[in-house]
């Protein structure tokens, strides 16, 4: 069943109206017609709803809600990942992928290595466009919540008391590994996780040492070496099998 996102002003009753760029997906290349079921998910509340389209018009396309609907896409673990700033295109697949994953946040960070300089319009401009992103990996994978991509942060506006654990991949880090520190996690209903991940030109002890001062955990991923977009990607079907399963 297709699933799509609204806001909560658009619920008014038992009515659900869904306009902008959707209205077009399911007219034109869906190619949905009047009485099929649709998942809506309302955007602000996490609430899923199997509904009936009502009615389709050039604007909008009307909707009755039929049931409410068990959230079942979102497990326990609320993982954020701060991603230092890469290059090209890989970011665009990091959110995507991560999402398909079941990352609830990404957060691109500066690093003293990063490459990549995004300051004002630009910076928005990379944002809205990576949260369009995220919004249609979140359909595309049935997803209960939007990933919400935040605004670039600083190493120093880490607060890692925000979460359970922080694990920062570093590849100089040869003794403990994060299958070990996720063996060792307290078994819990849910967890909050943050993992740190460096850009392409990796992260410098100095970084290291600020992060390990905070309480971030160091920890090796093995004896190769993966690329920023992979180690994210890695970490996030690592932590999401060891911890739902």
């Given at each position: 069943?297709?699933?799509?996102?609204?806001?909560?002003?658009?619920?008014n009753?038992?009515?659900?109206?869904?306009?902008?760029?959707?209205?077009?997906?399911?007219?034109?290349?869906?190619?949905?017609?009047?009485?099929?079921?649709?998942?809506?998910?309302?955007?602000?509340?996490?609430?899923?709803?199997?509904?009936?389209?009502?009615?389709?018009?050039?604007?909008k396309?009307?909707?009755?809600?039929?049931?409410?609907?068990?959230?079942?896409?979102?497990?326990?673990?609320?993982?954020?990942?701060?991603?230092?700033?890469?290059?090209?295109?890989?970011?665009?697949?990091?959110?995507?992928?991560?999402?398909?994953?079941?990352?609830?946040?990404?957060?691109?960070?500066?690093?003293?290595?990063?490459?990549?300089?995004?300051?004002g319009?630009?910076?928005?401009?990379?944002?809205?466009?990576?949260?369009?992103?995220?919004?249609?990996?979140?359909?595309?994978s049935?997803?209960?919540?939007?990933?919400?991509?935040?605004?670039?942060?600083?190493?120093?506006?880490?607060?890692?008391g925000?979460?359970?654990?922080?694990?920062?991949?570093?590849e100089?880090?040869?003794?403990?590994?994060?299958?070990?520190?996720?063996?060792?996690?307290?078994?819990?209903?849910?967890?909050?996780?943050?993992?740190?991940?460096?850009?392409?030109?990796?992260?410098?002890?100095?970084?290291?040492?600020?992060?390990?001062?905070?309480?971030?955990?160091?920890?090796?991923?093995?004896?190769?070496?993966?690329?920023?977009e992979?180690?994210?990607?890695?970490?996030?079907?690592?932590?999401?099998?060891?911890?739902?399963?």
């Amino acid at each position: 069943m297709r699933k799509f996102f609204v806001k909560s002003n658009q619920i008014n009753d038992k009515i659900i109206n869904i306009i902008g760029d959707d209205v077009n997906h399911i007219k034109n290349v869906l190619r949905l017609e009047k009485d099929t079921l649709i998942k809506i998910c309302d955007f602000d509340n996490k609430i899923n709803y199997i509904c009936k389209i009502d009615t389709i018009s050039k604007e909008k396309i009307e909707c009755s809600i039929n049931q409410v609907a068990k959230n079942e896409a979102e497990g326990k673990v609320n993982l954020v990942i701060y991603q230092g700033l890469p290059k090209s295109d890989k970011m665009e697949l990091i959110i995507q992928k991560g999402t398909e994953l079941g990352t609830s946040k990404f957060i691109p960070t500066k690093f003293e290595r990063c490459v990549v300089k995004l300051e004002g319009k630009d910076e928005q401009k990379k944002i809205e466009r990576w949260q369009k992103i995220s919004e249609a990996s979140a359909k595309q994978s049935g997803r209960d919540i939007v990933p919400i991509i935040d605004n670039i942060k600083n190493l120093s506006e880490i607060d890692v008391g925000l979460y359970d654990i922080v694990f920062l991949a570093y590849e100089e880090e040869k003794e403990n590994s994060i299958k070990d520190e996720l063996k060792n996690i307290e078994k819990k209903e849910s967890y909050n996780i943050a993992v740190i991940i460096g850009p392409e030109g990796g992260i410098t002890e100095k970084e290291v040492s600020l992060l390990r001062e905070k309480g971030a955990k160091v920890v090796t991923l093995g004896n190769r070496i993966l690329r920023t977009e992979t180690v994210a990607l890695y970490l996030s079907s690592v932590i999401m099998y060891e911890l739902e399963m």
